[in-house]
């Protein structure tokens, strides 16, 4: 007996809250310059962080799933069932259309 089907799930997410640290953390030491102050005026952070600038979004990920299965009865004692699955995750995008990447190490 042949068998087959899909699965398709779709996943969304919104959140409206603007969280604390959105334009991001750097910190400063003088690493760079034997002085704090300066490294800020040079724009060299000892290190930094960012979270995404842009709030109010909605995101969205799908999941699909396709399968075939088979059953084949050899003999009344001997079944076999075998199959193929294939699935799809999408990348998580935003409603908007927009992305950005981040590079700590650059801090760019």
Sequence with gaps: MLKFGGE????????AQVP???FGSFEFDGAFSND???????????SSTRLNPIV????????????IT???????KLTLDFGLRWDRFSATTY???????WDPRLGT
């Design 36 to 46: 704090a102050y300066a490294d800020f005026l040079l724009g060299l952070p000892l």
């Design 8 to 15: 398709l799930r779709t996943y969304s997410r919104f959140d």
């Design 95 to 101: 409603d908007d259309g927009l992305m950005f990447n």
């Design 56 to 67: 109010d979004r909605k995101l969205t990920s799908k999941e699909l799933g396709l399968f």
């Design 20 to 22: 604390n640290e959105n």
């Design 70 to 76: 088979d059953t084949f009865k050899a003999t009344s």
